[in-house]
């Protein structure tokens, strides 16, 4: 069976990757058999998000009534249900369900009557509290088939820890990361000198470790000094995958949808208030406003070398009429050129221009000359792909370490 469950925190605690660990603690002391536990992020873009959009499924081997009562128990003794936007969802699955409502949740916008009609279609046990949307990060956790998958270890804090200021060794981890990398990502932002794996809100998660297998965490994680964590849970996820983009056609982009888009520069990059850098990006008659916000801090730099006429291709999610970056190509280079007049060979003096259309003309012998000289501006940046920093990268964007996407 699958257990699916999602939307049991609120910005003051929980976390329902917590949840999805105790749980399958609890499930194997009833002798069921945990084989996997899933990890999904869902669309960055749903307001009703506490923190990352993630729900979590337990692909699990036993008695599924006696799983689901026992999803239901812990979700009722942990969920913070004094928050008004916390809708815990809890669902049992024993058939596969349609992995579409997955992919829509993943990269759009789902309706809670949708995963209703999909659990009753399946014969899934499931239950929905408050206003139920709980129920759609649960059946999406539930139909979810990773196409391309990640490993994060979450190392969790000893319950009377909560809330009080995280003890982990700084040094630990940036020798981690060095240690591990590419094989493991996001621990720490080397360039801008930040760690990045541990939260600072007051829910129950430590740290976390995130790379493209169990062994590659645990190795890491294997290195991190801290204070006495409590239980940990390896799990299989989405993160890191770019599973929330579609391709898009500017013109075309929708509200709240993550993108590839490409697209030619049509302005000089400008710096605004807070340090935020927007240029456009142009298909024929439609144009396109890029962010490269303030907390992606170096990438601006990049962005700020663009100038108009470059091809490129912008990756993030479209909100506010403007996409918000997270990676970006530069397919071609413009190569912009300035004209002027050209130097009389006869005198070596500047030329000046004789009149629209007519040419140049040198004041001093009265030389012509029809064409101007013409000179390539040199470019520092060069072709290809370009991402955030660790600091300001969401949980579903691929980092290039693992690879340029196609
Ligand atoms: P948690 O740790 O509790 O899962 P979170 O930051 O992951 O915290 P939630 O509290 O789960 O966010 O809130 C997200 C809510 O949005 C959930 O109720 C979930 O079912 C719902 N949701 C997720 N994806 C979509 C979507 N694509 N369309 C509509 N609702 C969605």
Not at 46 to 62: E, M, P, Q, S
Not at 81 to 102: K, M, Q
Not at 311 to 327: P, R
Request: with cysteine.
């Amino acid at each position: 069976m699958l257990i699916g469950i999602d939307d049991t925190d609120s910005p003051a605690g929980m976390c329902t990757t917590y949840l999805g660990a105790v749980l399958a603690r609890r499930l194997i002391r009833e002798h069921m058999r945990v084989r996997e536990a899933r990890l999904v992020r869902l669309n960055p873009n749903v307001t009703y998000k506490t923190r990352g959009n993630a729900a979590i499924a337990l692909d699990v081997l036993g008695d599924a009534d006696r799983a689901f009562a026992i999803a239901c128990e812990i979700v009722e003794e942990l969920a913070d249900f004094s928050c008004d936007n916390t809708n815990p969802g809890v669902v049992v699955a024993e058939e596969r369900l349609d992995f579409a409502f997955y992919e829509r949740a993943v990269t759009d916008f789902c309706e809670i009557a949708d995963a209703v009609k999909l659990l009753d279609a399946a014969g899934a046990r499931y239950k929905g509290y408050k206003n139920r949307r709980g129920l759609i990060g649960a059946t999406a956790a539930v139909a979810s088939v990773l196409a391309d998958k990640t490993s994060e270890i979450l190392v969790y804090r000893e319950p009377e820890r909560w809330g009080t200021p995280r003890a982990v060794d700084r040094e630990s981890l940036f020798a981690a990361e060095v240690a591990t990398f590419p094989h493991t990502w996001d621990t720490v932002d080397i360039v801008n000198g930040v760690v990045v794996c541990v939260p600072h809100t007051p829910d129950p998660v430590l740290f976390g470790i995130r790379g493209e297998s169990p062994a590659w965490v645990m190795l890491a994680r294997s290195m991190v000094e801290s204070e006495k964590p409590d239980i940990e849970q390896c799990w299989v996820t989405n993160q890191g995958t770019d599973a929330h983009l579609r391709d898009g056609k500017i013109g075309e982009l929708q509200e709240g949808l993550s993108y590839r888009v490409h697209g030619i520069v049509g302005d000089e990059p400008m710096t605004g208030a807070g340090g935020h850098v927007s240029f456009t990006i142009k298909d024929g008659d439609h144009s396109v406003r890029c962010m490269a916000y303030e907390p992606t801090k170096n990438f601006r730099s990049i962005v700020r070398e663009l100038v108009p006429g470059d091809d490129v291709i912008a990756m993030g999610s479209y909100k506010k009429g403007s996409i918000n970056l997270e990676k970006m190509k530069v397919v071609t280079l413009a190569a912009p050129v300035i004209t002027r007049p050209p130097v009389c060979s006869a005198c070596s003096k500047r030329m000046t221009s004789d009149g629209t259309g007519k040419g140049y003309k040198c004041r001093k012998c009265g030389a012509h000359a029809s064409e101007p000289e013409v000179r390539e501006i040199p470019r520092t940046l060069a072709a290809g792909w370009y991402e955030v920093p660790p600091t300001a990268r969401r949980h579903l964007a691929k980092p290039l370490c693992r690879g340029e996407p196609e």
